[in-house]
């Protein structure tokens, strides 16, 4: 797809980071935007942004509160959508709407675990099902799922568990992988990309907390605080001496340099993503320390989960990430 003008683009999770930037970028190039997410307040901001220069006569920008996780809210999310932007096709699905968290099968709740998976994986999958049949409609349409160098590296680290979010990031790589294929035998007009960021400068440190515990700033529960310990001396910090309030302090300034400090930022993530729409790129690598890791990975697959690999590689890429 050459050209977004004139085309209807679904995007979850658009109420921060990268979906924000997508939808921002694409009304720029005058497509007409629907995106859902869980935060209402976040979705208008972005909406407000999308609207700062004067719309395109007819463009337009709906907001839709869903739940990717939940098949039944992505319907209603659709059915608003064929009501409120009057058409019975999409051009663009982008499936990005994901969270952190709920790393460990041991330290985290299997609630926590399922959230993170359900989101990360569930929210792609109900994305496709929901919205194939609009893109059939359409005389072209890509579907642009988010995966991470999660998707083919499992870890953060080989002192934290991560789990939840690595198996479902594979599973969203091995999904549109696969589903080039079935749409090619089956519906040629539509492509699929793989979207594999590096770090990238969002909120979704703090919103994933706001998910998984209900608050993004209260002081962390017992719980949490007990996870963050085991975090932090996953990354070789000593903890013995911190204070809880130390440890609190310590998560809240993560998730600020986790926005502040990273080496690309959400909107140079949205060009990188519908540029290589537009060049029919199925694997959308974003970020220097993305290229990085994919080469490592291929080079050296057996070190790739030792201790020496991840300080080689953080070392070269200059990752901060504790
Ligand atoms: N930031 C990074 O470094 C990075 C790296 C690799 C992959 N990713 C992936 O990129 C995608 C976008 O993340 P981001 O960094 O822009 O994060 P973000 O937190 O800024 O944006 C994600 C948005 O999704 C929304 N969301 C969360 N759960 C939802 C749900 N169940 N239903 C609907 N909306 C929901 C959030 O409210 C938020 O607005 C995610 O899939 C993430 O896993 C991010």
Not at 133 to 149: F, Q, R, V, Y
Not at 200 to 219: D, L
Not at 228 to 250: H, P
């Amino acid at each position: 797809m050459k050209d977004f003008a004139g085309k209807i683009a679904v995007i979850t999770g658009g109420g921060t980071g990268m979906g924000r930037e997508l939808a921002r970028q694409l009304v720029a190039e005058g497509c007409n935007v629907a995106m859902c997410d869980v935060s209402a307040e976040a979705m208008a901001e972005t909406k407000r942004l999308c609207e700062v220069e004067q719309l395109p006569q007819g463009l337009r920008v709906t907001t839709h509160i869903a739940d990717v996780s939940i098949e039944g809210q992505l319907q209603r999310f659709r059915d608003e959508l064929m009501e409120q932007q009057a058409t019975d096709k999409i051009h663009l699905l982008f499936n990005n709407a994901g969270i952190g968290g709920g790393g460990s099968l041991f330290t985290n709740s299997r609630e926590q675990w399922e959230r993170t998976f359900n989101i990360c994986w569930g929210g792609v999958y109900f994305g496709v099902r929901t919205f194939l049949p609009l893109l059939m409609k359409a005389d072209e349409g890509h579907i642009i799922n988010t995966s991470s160098i999660n998707g083919f590296w499992a870890s953060v680290g080989p002192g934290v568990a991560h789990t939840a979010y690595a198996s479902a990031k594979f599973a969203v790589k091995g999904f549109s992988e696969s589903l080039m294929t079935d749409l090619k035998l089956n519906a040629p007009h539509i492509k699929c990309s793989v979207v594999m960021p590096g770090h990238i400068g969002t909120s979704i440190v703090s919103n994933s907390r706001k998910i998984q515990s209900g608050s993004e700033s209260a002081p962390l529960s017992d719980v949490e605080i007990v996870v963050a310990r085991e975090r932090l001396k996953g990354t070789g910090v000593d903890t013995a001496a911190m204070s809880d309030d130390d440890v609190q302090r310590r998560v809240l300034d993560r998730a600020r340099s986790f926005r502040e400090e990273a080496p690309m930022t959400a909107a140079a993530a949205a060009k990188i993503i519908l540029d290589g729409v537009k060049a029919d790129r199925w694997r959308i690598l974003v970020g220097d320390d993305a290229h990085k890791i994919d080469e490592r990975v291929r080079k050296t697959p057996e070190e790739a989960y030792t201790p020496e690999f991840y300080q080689s590689y953080r070392d070269a890429v200059g990752w901060k990430l504790d």
